[in-house]
């Protein structure tokens, strides 16, 4: 979608299709993970469906801290907070942001955050959400405050980012998500929602290109080739 094509018709596949029709009886799309990511994808699309069945799935997911659990929770009840981001007039999802950003930051505030990504997902969700991330009170036991850790203590000189505090080499997804969650912070807004969609298509050009790398776990795995993309198709 933010390069301009049809997710509906994408070469005649229709992948907004194809993700609805793994929302379940519950409303619910999967584990929380799944949940967040389909309607980060399908506000996105601007898909008509059980929207509010989906919603209620998600809400009934958060438990009495204010936590998603999942495998990596914390990092779950960030996504958590971006995809719900776009619905906070509501009452109830309003609550349940509150919530989380309460839950996020009981944990911080105790524990830290122990990798990149962990500090990603809270940036991201946060500033999705407009709460203050620069402040003093996202500050740990350590002193180390939240935006200020990730940059000074997982950044190398490249600019790339480590998963862990101890890694010698930058990691591909420590990366990526870093730098997305530091532009969602500084913007006040998730680089998947539709606020960010309007900042970029502007921009885009009838005819665009596109540099395209796949990294694997242990290299890189089809080097990059740059592809021209042409709007609407």
């Given amino acids: 979608i933010h390069l301009g094509l049809d997710p509906t018709n994408l070469k005649t596949r229709n992948i907004v299709e194809d993700l609805l029709s793994k929302q379940g009886e519950s409303g619910a799309f999967g584990l ?6 389909a309607l980060l994808a399908l506000d996105l699309a601007g898909a008509q469906y059980d929207q509010e069945k989906h919603l ?3 809400l009934s997911m958060q438990d009495e801290t204010g936590i998603f ?4 929770s914390l990092d779950s009840t960030g ?29 911080y505030i ?18 999705s959400v407009g709460e203050n ?3 003093d009170k996202w500050t740990d036991w350590q002193g180390r405050q939240l935006v200020q850790h990730l940059v000074a203590d997982y950044q190398l000189e490249t600019g790339e980012f480590v998963w862990k505090t101890t890694d010698a080499k930058a990691n591909v997804a420590a990366t ?3 730098i997305i969650a530091l532009g969602d912070v500084l913007n006040g807004y998730s680089s998947f929602s539709k606020e960010a969609l309007n900042k970029v298509r502007p921009t885009f050009d009838e005819t665009s290109t596109v540099s395209v790398r796949v990294e694997g776990f242990k290299g890189q795995i089809a080097y990059e080739r740059n592809w021209p993309v042409t709007k609407g198709q």
């Fill in 133 to 135: 991330i620069f402040s």
């Fill in 79 to 107: 996504w958590a907070l971006m995809a719900l981001a776009p619905h906070k007039e509501r009452e109830d999802v309003a609550q349940a942001i509150e919530r989380a950003v309460n839950g996020l930051h009981a944990s």
């Fill in 32 to 37: 929380i993970n799944n949940d967040v990511f």
């Fill in 110 to 127: 105790e524990n830290g955050v122990d990798n990149a990504n962990t500090a990603a997902a809270f940036i991201s969700g946060l500033g």
């Fill in 56 to 58: 209620q799935a998600i």
């Fill in 69 to 72: 659990p999942a495998w990596g």
């Fill in 176 to 178: 990526d998500q870093s």
